[in-house]
């Protein structure tokens, strides 16, 4: 889903085709990639398992020529993006750990893996990353990758303590598309400078 959404930008955006599977490719693994370097899993997986490539050219494709049918689909699209964020943090988080880094790390690498991809489409397009606006999308990767490592750490059965690190991003991050749920914004008003 997060190839979607970077192609759906693109589109918006009146990028050609290259530059919206670009952003499809960027938004769907820059965040695995960039976790992937910090911790020394190179090359990074999305580069070599051929996968990451035709599913993210087949989303950036579908979104370029069926646009409309994709942007009617935005409701559902927020919601697998969700999902999307649950996975992505809790699959993040456990390869960190699988390396040996430390809890703080681990849940770091999580978020990252998470809203790396988004933050890079934002950014190849010059806006602010929706990561640092949005409603609680960074957090809900932050407490979906905290419950995981947690449990990890607690030695826990395995199964049950993903379920509930992914349940527990997609929740919050549900909610928060449902009822505006955000953090406070910084209010900068604007002194007038004295006339020399």
């Given at each position: 889903?997060f190839?979607?959404?970077g192609?759906?930008?693109?589109?918006?955006?009146?990028?050609?085709?290259?530059?919206?599977?670009?952003?499809s490719?960027?938004?769907?693994?820059?965040?695995?990639?960039?976790?992937?370097?910090?911790?020394?899993?190179?090359?990074?997986?999305?580069?070599?398992?051929?996968?990451?490539?035709?599913?993210?050219?087949?989303?950036?494709?579908?979104?370029?020529?069926?646009?409309?049918?994709?942007?009617?689909?935005?409701?559902?699209?927020?919601?697998?993006?969700?999902?999307?964020?649950?996975?992505?943090?809790?699959?993040?988080a456990?390869?960190?750990?699988?390396?040996?880094?430390?809890?703080?790390?681990?849940?770091?690498l999580g978020?990252?893996?998470?809203?790396?991809?988004?933050?890079?489409?934002?950014?190849?397009?010059?806006?602010?990353?929706?990561?640092?606006?949005?409603?609680?999308?960074?957090?809900a990767?932050?407490?979906?990758?905290?419950?995981?490592?947690?449990?990890?750490?607690?030695?826990l059965?395995?199964?049950?303590?993903?379920?509930?690190?992914?349940?527990?991003?997609?929740?919050?991050?549900?909610?928060?598309?449902?009822?505006?749920?955000?953090?406070?914004?910084?209010?900068?008003?604007?002194?007038?400078?004295?006339?020399?």
């Amino acid at each position: 889903m997060f190839a979607i959404s970077g192609a759906t930008i693109g589109v918006r955006r009146r990028l050609d085709l290259f530059g919206v599977l670009v952003l499809s490719f960027a938004a769907s693994t820059a965040g695995g990639v960039a976790r992937d370097l910090l911790i020394g899993a190179v090359p990074p997986v999305a580069l070599i398992d051929w996968r990451y490539l035709a599913a993210s050219a087949a989303a950036g494709l579908i979104t370029f020529y069926r646009f409309q049918l994709v942007d009617r689909l935005e409701q559902p699209v927020l919601i697998s993006d969700a999902a999307g964020l649950s996975l992505f943090a809790v699959t993040g988080a456990l390869k960190a750990l699988s390396f040996g880094l430390g809890p703080v790390s681990c849940i770091l690498l999580g978020m990252l893996t998470g809203i790396g991809g988004g933050m890079l489409r934002d950014i190849l397009v010059a806006r602010i990353p929706m990561v640092l606006r949005a409603e609680l999308y960074a957090i809900a990767a932050l407490v979906g990758a905290g419950v995981t490592v947690i449990g990890v750490h607690l030695e826990l059965p395995r199964v049950p303590v993903i379920v509930a690190g992914a349940l527990s991003c997609f929740t919050l991050r549900f909610m928060a598309i449902r009822y505006g749920w955000r953090l406070p914004i910084a209010e900068h008003r604007e002194t007038e400078t004295p006339h020399e």
